[in-house]
């Protein structure tokens, strides 16, 4: 039986027929109005910036869709507590993506520093590396922020080494090229919290993490191929339930670092393993485990693997911004260390052939709309504040209400797109049930919430 390529089949009909159903087309969250926001150190108020946030434009042709942004999230960033001075800025960027992306059947592509991919808020995704290595003949870290160079042979791993650095979105700029090496969800989000950063700075992220639910499409690496959150179905063919998707790789079992995983060959030393530089602080640490890619929520090596979405429902290649059991970022964390397909994408100075501007027909949060457990209350009894998540993927901004049981509004506030949460201040409104009314396109929720003083 001839094997039909069902990527092929499903794409090339999207890019000459039904282009405005291709995902690579419609995912992007498109705004003309909102701005960014950031903190800076000492300060939690956020500062209200100039350039627009998320995705201002997408066009496409034939063969390619172009996604016109400044790189801004509509989250707030910062503040950076590592040092680093730099604040996200725009990009006037032009992110030029294949609509049919194909398989890279020659030798493996490396990622690379700098732009890997990018989110569907317009925000760049960077690889595991942060330009830092251990140089041997002076028993120090060098490169990257640190100066000099090293020998790029033991490589260290931003999410670990660069952690007081991350904002809670779990971002950070690099010379105001704001991104994520990892899943954009806020670090207090996570089942365990091991950033104390959102305490008094408080923001979210892209997405919020959800057990019960096929994970939201959140990005294109630089192959086309589309980058899903932490959850995806069991199954490749769409059956056996949610589950958490796997990296199929793990730390080695080593003391010192002489050789590489899977070889005997030595090669620079690195430093050894210690509380200093614990397994994992180096890229080099981990080794890949292809026996388990024969379970189906185990991903390749590349960190993906063909099944079918609910974008997809005939199947895809895709990433997967992996999480461990408590949803802490695990490694490769979202693309890599190579890609699958054919590296092709590119950011542009210009588009130079004929293109039709997209004009999404719906901004609603979702097929089917705002519902009851897509929104949380916390905490409730409430005193000070009130914060209301969304547990989706918001691509709206939904509007939140809080009236008295008399029907009087009291105060309002909005979950942006490209956000999860807004905060109520409670502190002047007296003691007493109320509801909160969250107003999105595609429906209406309610909660009750008891204030106590």
């Not at 996570?190 to 008094?200: E, F, G, N, Y």
């Not at 501007?357 to 905490?379: A, E, M, Q, R």
């Amino acid at each position: 039986m001839k094997k039909i390529n069902l990527i092929g089949v499903f794409m090339g009909l999207s890019s000459l027929g039904f282009s405005q159903t291709n995902p690579a087309i419609t995912s992007w969250l498109q705004n003309t109005t909102l701005t960014g926001k950031h903190y800076v150190s000492g300060n939690p108020t956020p500062i209200v910036d100039a350039n627009l946030a998320n995705v201002q434009s997408v066009q496409y042709s034939t063969n390619w869709v172009y996604a016109s942004t400044k790189g801004i999230p509509s989250y707030i960033t910062g503040p950076f507590l590592d040092g680093n001075t730099s604040l996200a800025t725009n990009q006037n960027a032009i992110f030029k993506f294949p609509l049919v992306p194909v398989q890279n059947t020659g030798a493996p592509v490396s990622t690379t520093g700098g732009n890997i991919g990018v989110f569907i808020n317009g925000v760049a995704l960077f690889d595991y590396r942060d330009g830092v290595s251990w140089q041997n003949s002076s028993n120090s870290l060098k490169g990257g922020p640190l100066g000099g160079v090293g020998d790029n042979v033991w490589n260290r791993d931003a999410i670990v080494g660069e952690r007081l650095g991350f904002d809670c979105s779990k971002g950070h700029p690099a010379m105001g090229n704001y991104h994520h090496h990892q899943n954009p969800s806020a670090f207090k989000l996570d089942l365990t919290v091991i950033s104390t950063v959102c305490v008094i700075y408080n923001a979210d992220g892209l997405y919020a993490l959800d057990s019960t639910q096929h994970s939201p499409l959140i990005g294109f690496a630089y192959d086309g191929f589309p980058i899903y959150g932490g959850y995806g179905y069991k199954n490749v063919d769409g059956t056996g339930g949610i589950s958490r998707m796997k990296s199929s790789y793990s730390l080695r079992n080593i003391t010192t670092r002489a050789t590489y995983a899977g070889s005997t060959v030595a090669v620079t030393p690195g430093p050894t393993v210690s509380a200093t530089y614990p397994l994992g602080y180096f890229r080099e640490d981990y080794q890949y485990n292809p026996t388990t890619t024969l379970t189906p929520d185990y991903l390749d090596s590349h960190n993906g693997r063909f099944c079918v979405t609910p974008e997809y429902p005939a199947g895809t290649y895709c990433y997967f911004a992996t999480v461990q059991s408590n949803w802490n970022s695990a490694y490769p964390y979202v693309v890599g260390p190579t890609f699958y397909g054919t590296k092709v994408a590119a950011k542009v100075t210009s588009i130079t052939e004929s293109v039709t501007t997209y004009t999404p027909v719906s901004t609603g949060l979702s097929k089917n709309g705002i519902n009851d457990l897509s929104v949380v209350v916390y905490p409730n009894p409430a005193s000070d504040f009130i914060v209301v998540q969304l547990n989706i993927l918001n691509k709206e901004n939904v509007l939140v209400e809080m009236f008295d049981m008399q029907g009087k509004m009291i105060q309002k506030t909005s979950v942006l797109q490209g956000s999860t949460m807004a905060y109520l201040d409670t502190k002047t409104v007296y003691a007493g049930q109320y509801l909160i009314k969250f107003s999105g396109e595609n429906g209406v929720v309610t909660k009750k919430i008891m204030i106590t003083k």
